[in-house]
């Protein structure tokens, strides 16, 4: 291979991560506006998180026009195949989390129409949680710090842990005053949408951990939402 070869293969594959953290850092602003609409209550900055989507699937694209090229043109091996796979599969999931925080936003627009905003702010500690997540697994990326992901994995059970006390608070609110149990339903859907905002944050380190290290996380993940044995409504199904 020769140099000026090489050159443009550690162009392209400088220009995938770039791209990849872009989409990353465009995935976090969506996240905190989410939160930001919970904590004050303000259905003005859910709206443009869901003007704002269509941008996460134009990035997407982008990554996965470029990984084509890669594959197909330039054979990476080892750590450079490692990267460009990691690339596809987390931009992958930067754009499920996008989709998330739009079903969300759409929840939350409707939840404040009810006049919900004393529960849709109980949101706001939850979103802020998840947010964390996913921001600390992009910096992991950037930096491919193998460590940095496996402490955002760890942090998937405490997620769980506060998602279920909140899925628990909000069921006792429902059986206590039924005639408010489709406007509380809503919330828990933005709940659900939150918690899996954080697996797919755990799913992201996973591939900076074989990104970084060539080792797939080999234990079960630990989970510890118990919403299950609760009677949780079904969650709505990601596109």
């Not at 550690?10 to 930001?36: H, N, P, S, Y």
């Amino acid at each position: 291979m020769t140099d000026h070869t090489i050159r443009s293969f550690d162009d392209e594959l400088r220009q995938l991560k770039f791209l990849v953290e872009e989409m990353g850092k465009f995935t976090c602003g969506q996240l905190t506006a989410i939160t930001e609409s919970a904590e004050h209550a303000d259905p003005n900055l859910a709206a443009r998180v869901i003007e704002r989507e269509p941008q996460a699937d134009h990035q997407e694209h982008e990554i996965d026009d470029l990984v084509v090229r890669l594959l197909a043109l330039k054979h990476p091996v080892a750590i450079d195949l490692r990267q460009t796979l990691a690339c596809l599969r987390i931009a992958n999931e930067l754009e499920r989390i996008c989709d998330h925080a739009e079903n969300a936003a759409h929840r939350l627009i409707s939840s404040l129409g009810d006049d919900q905003a004393v529960k849709v702010r109980a949101l706001a500690p939850l979103a802020d949680f998840a947010c964390v997540m996913v921001n600390d697994a992009m910096q992991a990326f950037a930096t491919v710090n193998g460590g940095k992901a496996q402490d955002v994995w760890n942090r998937d059970q405490r997620l769980d842990d506060m998602y279920s006390s909140l899925f628990r608070n909000l069921l006792t609110y429902m059986m206590e005053d039924p005639k408010h149990i489709t406007a509380t339903v809503q919330i828990l859907f933005i709940a659900r949408d939150i918690e899996r905002v954080g697996d797919r944050a755990t799913n992201i380190a996973e591939m900076v951990r074989y990104f970084a290290d060539a080792t797939p996380v080999p234990e079960e993940r630990p989970k510890a939402d118990t919403t299950k044995s609760l009677g949780a409504p079904p969650a709505p199904r990601s596109v």
